[in-house]
């Protein structure tokens, strides 16, 4: 039994089962014993890689996209360029080597990685060292000073917290986390849900019995928006997911790159589930902000010229080289690997038109 597990069923003993976001949170945030508190998960030898550690056109290309976005913006100075959870910092790194290309832009950046986890500042520390710009790091985005931004969260969302209710003969009931037969097992609340259907998306109201219904709260997406709205500005979202509000548990454990079961050893896997782009969608619309998309990460890295960028890189490069630069590019953008799974949605102010990735 991990340490974790042991709280776990010390607050259940005492409160009762866990709504599954509570769950999912403990897991990953504990501030003694959460996933992300304890390790460094990114890479060959963690239990995941994310789409900068894959190659380092696709930090490239978000950089040349960002630095762009920041002349339609009119070129303001200073300017927050803002990551939500960096990861190892490969992202920002490579976006800031590339965006070299416009000195303007890398003068006027400030520049603020929001990470709540200790070891992945401390990596993020030794990726992005002697940078000829401030960089700053904050446990939340309302700690970042205000003022014209631009925003990217490349598998932020799928991190965070997700709700599921489960659909019985008599309404939806929240769905949790207990103790059955001396193992953690997922529950039902007793009773169901009054008004359950009122506020959620038409695809609740038909739904069978025995469906499951996931969502998120919305604070994080309209504090977002709503900064974009005072202080104009992009935010560039990349993660897996789904276009539109859909049934289905999609909630998932990984572990050394394999699947595993998100009850197990609870703190020593990550825990995700897949992000509802309408839902997001809605709630950065309730406060007027523009949408721009989703489209699939192969459509979005495609119309930024990540195949150019691809046959340039391999003209300098080694048979091997070479033939790693196209195995990065095909999982990137092929529909049976992150070109379809990932989507791509960004959030605007209404002044900016186009946005790079989504004009076709």
């Not at 003993?13 to 866990?18: E, H, I, N, Q, Y």
């Not at 998306?201 to 998120?216: K, L, N, S, T």
């Not at 572990?255 to 050893?265: G, I, K, M």
């Not at 119309?303 to 003209?315: C, D, H, N, T, Y």
Request: glycine share 10%.
């Amino acid at each position: 039994m991990t340490p974790l597990e042991t709280e776990l069923r010390r607050i259940i003993a005492t409160d009762g089962p866990l709504d599954v976001a509570r769950y999912m949170a403990l897991c990953l945030g504990h501030p003694l014993h959460g996933y992300y508190v304890a390790r460094d998960p990114l890479g060959r030898g963690g239990d995941f890689v994310t789409a900068p550690e894959i190659s380092q056109m696709f930090g490239e290309l978000i950089g040349l996209a960002a630095a762009a976005t920041w002349q339609a913006m009119g070129a303001p100075a200073p300017v927050q360029l803002i990551e939500l959870g960096p990861g190892r910092g490969t992202l920002m790194a490579d976006a800031l080597r590339a965006a070299q290309i416009m000195p303007e832009f890398r003068v006027a950046l400030a520049v603020h990685l929001v990470e709540t986890s200790p070891r992945l500042i401390a990596r993020q520390r030794d990726t992005l060292p002697g940078l000829d710009l401030p960089l700053v790091w904050h446990r939340d985005i309302g700690e970042v000073p205000e003022g014209p931004a631009i925003v990217i969260a490349n598998e932020f969302f799928d991190a965070l917290p997700v709700h599921q209710a489960v659909k019985a003969a008599d309404g939806w009931h929240i769905r949790m986390v207990g103790v059955a037969d001396d193992r953690l097992a997922f529950m039902v609340a007793p009773d169901p849900m009054p008004g359950f259907e009122r506020v959620m998306p038409q695809v609740v109201h038909d739904a069978h019995v025995g469906a499951i219904f996931e969502w998120r709260d919305d604070q994080i997406m309209q504090e977002l928006a709503q900064r974009l709205m005072r202080d104009g500005g992009a935010a560039l979202i990349i993660d897996y997911g789904h276009t539109e509000s859909a049934l289905g548990d999609t909630l998932q454990a990984v572990r050394s790159h394999r699947y595993a079961d998100p009850l197990a050893e609870p703190g020593h896997s990550d825990i995700t589930a897949h992000v509802d782009f309408a839902a997001l969608a809605r709630a950065a619309g309730r406060t007027g902000a523009r949408i721009h998309g989703p489209v699939t990460q192969g459509a979005f890295l495609s119309r930024l010229g990540i195949v150019p960028r691809a046959e340039r890189l391999k003209a300098g490069a080694t048979e091997r080289q070479a033939a790693d630069i196209d195995a990065a590019l095909s999982r990137l953008i092929d529909p049976d690997a992150m070109g379809r799974l990932f989507k791509v949605l960004a959030i605007t102010d209404p002044k900016l038109g186009a946005v790079p990735g989504f004009d076709t």
